[in-house]
C-alpha cells in the first residue's frame, strides 16, 4: 500500500496493486480486495498483469455473490486482444462456473457445449461444470449422464472422479432411482475425500435403506 501511495506513476505500483490482490485474495478478505481494486483499478493495463489482477477480482466478486459484476468482468477480459489461449479458456471456464452459481443453466450448458464442440479447455472440468448446470436447472437425467461419463475409464485419473460419483448419487436420487443413489451414496462414502459429503452421504444412504425396508445394508 505504501509503493501505491508513494510511486502512484510508476510502473513499480502496477505489480505491487497485483500484489496486493493475490495476497488479500490469499487470506480470503473479499471485500477489501474488491474495494482495492476499485481504488486503483486504472494502474492495471492489459501489458502489465492484467490477468492476474482482474482473474483474481473476478473471483472475489463470485466469493460475494456479485455475480453480475464478476461476469461483466470477465466478459471484459475476453476482449483483450493480447490475452493467450490458455487464460482465454481459464476465463470460458470460470464464466460457465460462475453462470451455474447465478442460477442461470441455460446460459452456462450454452457456453459448455461450445467448449466441448471446439475441444478446448479441461475436458474433466468443462464435464463436470455441465452436469452441475443440468442439476442445478432440474434436468436430473442429463445430470447423471453427465456425472457418469467422468465415472469411465478415460477420465479415471481425473480429480473430479469422486465428486462425479458424489453428484450422480443426488442426481439418481433426484430422478427417483433411489438404490442406485444408495450404492453411490455408500461408494462415495467409503472413498469421497470431504468429510462433510461422507457425513451426507452414509445419512442419504441410510434414509434410503430405512424407506426402502433395507435397513440391513
Do not use: C, W
Not at 450448458?109 to 468443462?126: F, P, V, Y
Amino acid at each position: 500500500r505504501r509503493v501505491l501511495k508513494e510511486y502512484p506513476q510508476e510502473k513499480i505500483s502496477q505489480d505491487a496493486l497485483a500484489n496486493l490482490l493475490l495476497s488479500l485474495s490469499n487470506i480470503g478478505r473479499a471485500e477489501e480486495l474488491v474495494s482495492t481494486f476499485n481504488e486503483h483499478q486504472a494502474r492495471i493495463t492489459e501489458e502489465n498483469r492484467f490477468f492476474e489482477g482482474y482473474f483474481t477480482v473476478a473471483q472475489a466478486l463470485g466469493v460475494l455473490n456479485r455475480y453480475d459484476e464478476a461476469l461483466a468482468l470477465l466478459d471484459k477480459m475476453l476482449l483483450a486482444p493480447t490475452l493467450s489461449d490458455e487464460d482465454r479458456q481459464k476465463i470460458l471456464g470460470k464464466k460457465a462456473q460462475m453462470l451455474v452459481e447465478a442460477k442461470r443453466s441455460p446460459e452456462a450448458i450454452a457456453l459448455i457445449e461450445q467448449q466441448l464442440e471446439s475441444g478446448t479447455g479441461e475436458r474433466d472440468k468443462t464435464i463436470f461444470t455441465k452436469a452441475e448446470a443440468f442439476y442445478d436447472a432440474g434436468e436430473f437425467t442429463k445430470a447423471a449422464e453427465e456425472y457418469a461419463k467422468l465415472l469411465t475409464e478415460e477420465f479415471a485419473t481425473s480429480s473430479f472422479v469422486k465428486d462425479a460419483k458424489y453428484g450422480l448419487a443426488h442426481a439418481r436420487y433426484s430422478a427417483g432411482s433411489q438404490e442406485e443413489a444408495m450404492e453411490l451414496f455408500l461408494e462415495y462414502f467409503y472413498a469421497g475425500d470431504d468429510a462433510d459429503k461422507k457425513r451426507e452421504a452414509l445419512s442419504n444412504a441410510l434414509s434410503i435403506a430405512q424407506k426402502s425396508g433395507k435397513d440391513e445394508k
